[in-house]
């Protein structure tokens, strides 16, 4: 990571630390962190939260706009293409849980605003049964109003593992979908604190 990138994520962390107060939840091992997508202040957000070695996925559009891409290359996002079939964000976020990184992924893609989810893609399924790694699921309130405490809520680590007898593209969405619902009851329950 660049001594430019490493200042401006110093800066964006304190600033989400401020600003919204997130209490800080200490990564021990390698997991697969999923969460709702409320806002831009989502990923900053979690990069802040989880205290540890953490890397975020990020759609790769964002990732090359070029008013981002100088701190978004500085080694902590794994760009991945979400209009595509693309497999190679698979291997980097495969290679940083090997070295002890968790990886952040918002399977929905995109922003949400109305309180709904959007489907969850199934790559964070994939890769989590393909590595063995857990997920844990968290959900966001989405509420982030400057000097108050913007509240989530975390759920437990569970393993994918394949479902015998049903096909690998029917059994990803059913995982995807099993976990959409964790993530909205959360997402609920952290509005609610």
């Known amino acids: ?15 989400i630390k401020v600003a919204y107060h997130p209490t ?15 806002a831009l202040k989502d990923p900053p957000f979690m990069l802040t939260m989880l205290k540890g ?9 964002w990732y090359e706009k070029k008013n981002l891409n100088w701190i978004m290359r500085g080694g902590t996002c794994i760009p991945c ?21 968790s990886v952040i992924i918002f399977p929905e893609g995109k922003i ?22 857990p997920v844990i699921p968290i959900g ?8 108050r405490k913007t509240k989530y809520v975390v759920g437990e680590p569970e393993k994918i593992t ?10 990803l969405a059913e995982k995807s979908e099993h976990f959409r619902q964790i993530v909205k009851e959360l997402k609920n329950r952290a509005l609610e604190k």
Do not use: C
């Open 112 to 133: 949400r605003t109305d309180g709904e989810l959007n489907e969850f893609k199934s790559g964070f399924a994939f890769l989590a049964r393909y590595t063995g790694t």
């Open 53 to 61: 070695k953490t890397r975020i996925v990020v759609a790769k559009d």
């Open 1 to 15: 990571m660049s001594i430019i990138s490493k200042i401006a994520f110093g800066l964006v962390k304190a600033y």
């Open 81 to 101: 293409d979400r209009y595509s079939m693309d497999t190679e964000w698979t291997q980097k976020a495969k290679k940083s849980l090997q070295e002890g990184y």
């Open 24 to 38: 800080s939840l200490r990564v021990r091992t390698p997991a697969i962190y999923i969460a709702n997508h409320t």
């Open 162 to 171: 394949r479902t015998p007898g049903v096909p690998s593209s029917q059994d």
């Open 140 to 147: 966001i309130s989405g509420i982030y109003k400057f000097g």
